[in-house]
């Protein structure tokens, strides 16, 4: 993915938290976040949080679907 502009607004990093979480984003984009969320209070909050959430479910045991 390749971005021609030097910041992003919350919306545009909003749009690629999954992948960012995920560790999927090249390193620009990425980087790109990073510089975003250091200068945004409510975003950092909203990643902490997000991420928090992401890793509570993953530690879920994994139960099987009944037929």
Do not use: K, N, Q, W
Request: a negative charge; charged letters at 25%.
């Amino acid at each position: 993915m390749s971005h021609d502009h030097a910041s992003m607004t919350c919306r545009e990093m909003v749009e690629h938290l999954s992948e960012y979480l995920d560790g999927e984003l090249d390193a620009a984009l990425r980087a790109m976040i990073d510089a975003h969320e250091g200068e945004c209070p409510p975003c950092r909050a909203f990643v902490r949080t997000l991420a928090a959430t992401v890793a509570a479910v993953r530690a879920l045991p994994r139960e099987p679907l009944p037929p």
